[in-house]
């Protein structure tokens, strides 16, 4: 960690709060004061810090914080402390090449995922507020200047640990390891060998992660070891992308010209990492202990996956073989007919069994495939309770989810200065099992413009 100078943004105004988080930290209200913090003007003690990273496969060895500065933490109503950081607050000696600055568009696109995210019950860092400014950017083109006050149970990631690993600074991260273990992992502390179970909790949080994006039909876009938690939250959000149109190849970042974070590829991607953890901790614990606990994560990541589908299909009740079976039918249909992935599960949820002809069958194009996957489960499904596939499905098929096309238009919205549709998919997007029929049109296919839309590294 080394303190930097915040370089706040000029004439600050706020963009918009979260009044979910701000009650759990109980904060009242955000006065100009705070305003004047979060936007980089108050902060003597703001730090930022070094870690490495794998990005795309190739080793960086010395990357961090190169456009966020951690500025102190907030207590929780159960007196835990997360971490405050401010994105886009300036330069740090770790910025490469760049301006330290956060534009409009990616701060919007942060700020409405993370909670988003945070709904869906998927773990993930947190977003406060966001504060804007009508100082000029350049990315692509000229944009405007934005911070996110992000807040997170940590913001260690595996970089962290691979920077001392890699520099042969073995005492530091030794210093590192144990107040990971003391802070965040004290039930290993308990094990005969506390770093080998604080590796095998990481490894299971992390396939749990994943599998929970896969469930969601989500792509992070940027899967580098430097973005990856150690707490298994989902963290730094850039080129991330829910699918539209259900495809297993579906890469969300205009950047991965090789598709290494493609969709179907994110689970090995998790376990890539996970072993490029796992070589960090040889000083302490056993290649073959460590290669252990790496053997159990296909298995954790394939329970959770099936277990998350199942409940999506309303299919929890059944066997296994049947709910597997099901599962891999809707999937290959969903391919097989081009169906929208969200919306097909919308469609699914809705559908009542006795139904020859459900409205969800208009959607996909191969026919004869659905009506043959329907039978198979309508048939399953007779005998269990109609209720409980409901309640199943609907507390896992959302009714609304961030589409790049949705974030387009708040961010259009936002760059003339009119937040309400920000402040208005807030509440719903942390809710997102809810129906809001006035955001009816946000929960709709996908419009066809929509198919233009890139999201890149800088996003």
Same mark, same amino acid.
């Given at each position: 960690?080394?303190?930097?100078?915040?370089?706040?943004?000029?004439?600050?105004?706020?963009?918009?709060?979260?009044?979910?988080?701000?009650?759990?930290?109980?904060?009242?209200?955000?006065?100009?004061?705070?305003?004047?913090?979060?936007?980089?003007?108050?902060?003597?003690?703001?730090?930022?810090?070094?870690?490495?990273?794998?990005?795309?496969?190739?080793?960086?060895?010395?990357?961090?914080?190169?456009?966020?500065?951690?500025?102190?933490?907030?207590?929780?109503?159960?007196?835990?402390?997360?971490?405050?950081?401010?994105?886009?607050?300036?330069?740090?000696? &770790?910025?490469?090449?760049?301006?330290?600055?956060?534009?409009?568009?990616?701060?919007?696109?942060?700020?409405?995922?993370?909670?988003?995210?945070?709904?869906?019950?998927?773990?993930?860092?947190?977003?406060?507020?966001?504060?804007?400014?009508?100082?000029?950017?350049?990315?692509?083109?000229?944009?405007?200047?934005?911070?996110?006050?992000?807040?997170?149970?940590?913001?260690?990631? @595996?970089?962290?640990?691979?920077?001392?690993?890699?520099?042969?600074?073995?005492?530091?991260?030794?210093?590192?390891?144990? $107040?990971?273990?003391?802070?965040? @992992?004290?039930?290993?502390?308990?094990?005969?060998?506390?770093?080998?179970?604080?590796?095998?909790?990481?490894?299971?949080?992390?396939?749990?992660?994943?599998?929970?994006?896969?469930? =969601?039909?989500?792509?992070?876009?940027?899967?580098?070891?430097?973005?990856?938690?150690?707490?298994?939250?989902?963290?730094?959000?850039?080129?991330?992308?829910?699918?539209?149109? $259900?495809?297993?190849? &579906?890469?969300?970042?205009?950047?991965?010209?090789?598709?290494?974070?493609?969709?179907?590829? =994110?689970?090995?991607?998790?376990?890539?990492?996970?072993?490029?953890?796992?070589?960090? #901790?040889?000083?302490?614990?056993?290649?073959?202990? #460590? =290669?252990?606990?790496?053997?159990?994560?296909?298995?954790?990541?394939?329970?959770?996956?099936?277990?998350?589908?199942?409940?999506?299909?309303?299919?929890?009740?059944?066997?296994?073989?049947?709910?597997?079976?099901?599962?891999?039918?809707?999937?290959?249909?969903?391919?097989?007919?081009?169906?929208?992935?969200?919306?097909? &599960?919308?469609?699914?949820?809705?559908?009542?069994?006795?139904?020859?002809?459900?409205?969800?069958?208009?959607?996909?194009?191969? #026919?004869?495939?659905?009506?043959?996957?329907?039978?198979?489960?309508?048939?399953?499904?007779?005998?269990?309770?109609?209720?409980?596939?409901?309640?199943?499905?609907?507390?896992?098929?959302?009714?609304?989810?961030?589409?790049?096309?949705?974030?387009?238009?708040?961010?259009?919205?936002?760059?003339?200065?009119? $937040?309400?549709?920000?402040?208005? #998919?807030?509440?719903?997007?942390?809710?997102?099992?809810?129906?809001?029929?006035?955001?009816?049109?946000?929960?709709?296919?996908?419009?066809?413009?929509?198919?233009?839309?890139?999201?890149?590294?800088?996003?």
């Amino acid at each position: 960690m080394v303190q930097v100078s915040l370089q706040g943004i000029s004439e600050p105004y706020l963009i918009s709060e979260n009044s979910q988080l701000r009650e759990t930290f109980q904060i009242h209200s955000l006065r100009e004061d705070d305003i004047s913090l979060l936007s980089g003007h108050r902060s003597a003690d703001a730090v930022a810090s070094v870690y490495a990273g794998h990005q795309f496969g190739g080793y960086t060895p010395r990357l961090g914080d190169g456009r966020a500065a951690l500025i102190g933490g907030l207590e929780d109503r159960d007196q835990r402390i997360w971490e405050v950081q401010l994105k886009g607050s300036g330069m740090t000696p &770790f910025s490469r090449m760049g301006d330290g600055r956060a534009v409009l568009r990616s701060s919007v696109r942060e700020y409405l995922m993370s909670e988003n995210m945070a709904g869906l019950g998927i773990p993930t860092t947190r977003a406060l507020a966001i504060t804007g400014s009508d100082d000029v950017v350049i990315r692509e083109a000229r944009e405007t200047a934005a911070m996110v006050t992000r807040v997170a149970r940590s913001f260690l990631r @595996f970089g962290h640990y691979q920077f001392f690993f890699h520099t042969n600074q073995h005492e530091e991260l030794k210093a590192l390891i144990d $107040f990971t273990l003391e802070q965040y @992992f004290p039930d290993c502390l308990n094990q005969a060998e506390p770093i080998a179970a604080l590796f095998t909790e990481v490894v299971q949080r992390t396939a749990r992660l994943i599998a929970a994006w896969q469930a =969601q039909g989500w792509c992070h876009g940027v899967m580098n070891t430097d973005n990856f938690s150690i707490l298994g939250d989902t963290i730094d959000y850039g080129p991330f992308g829910f699918m539209d149109r $259900f495809d297993p190849a &579906f890469i969300c970042n205009h950047s991965d010209d090789y598709g290494r974070y493609a969709y179907d590829q =994110q689970p090995k991607i998790g376990l890539w990492n996970l072993v490029q953890l796992g070589n960090c #901790l040889t000083p302490w614990v056993a290649v073959e202990t #460590l =290669q252990r606990a790496v053997d159990g994560y296909n298995d954790c990541y394939q329970r959770s996956y099936m277990a998350l589908m199942a409940q999506k299909l309303g299919v929890a009740e059944l066997a296994e073989d049947q709910r597997e079976s099901l599962t891999i039918g809707w999937l290959e249909l969903l391919g097989r007919g081009q169906m929208d992935y969200h919306f097909s &599960f919308t469609g699914l949820t809705q559908a009542e069994l006795h139904e020859r002809k459900p409205d969800v069958r208009n959607h996909t194009l191969d #026919l004869a495939g659905f009506d043959a996957w329907w039978q198979q489960y309508s048939d399953a499904l007779k005998g269990t309770s109609a209720t409980s596939r409901r309640q199943q499905m609907h507390s896992h098929n959302p009714y609304l989810v961030l589409r790049n096309w949705v974030a387009q238009e708040a961010i259009e919205a936002a760059e003339k200065k009119d $937040f309400t549709l920000i402040n208005a #998919l807030l509440p719903a997007l942390q809710q997102p099992f809810q129906e809001y029929p006035e955001l009816a049109s946000y929960a709709q296919l996908p419009p066809d413009w929509s198919k233009s839309l890139a999201v890149s590294c800088s996003s």
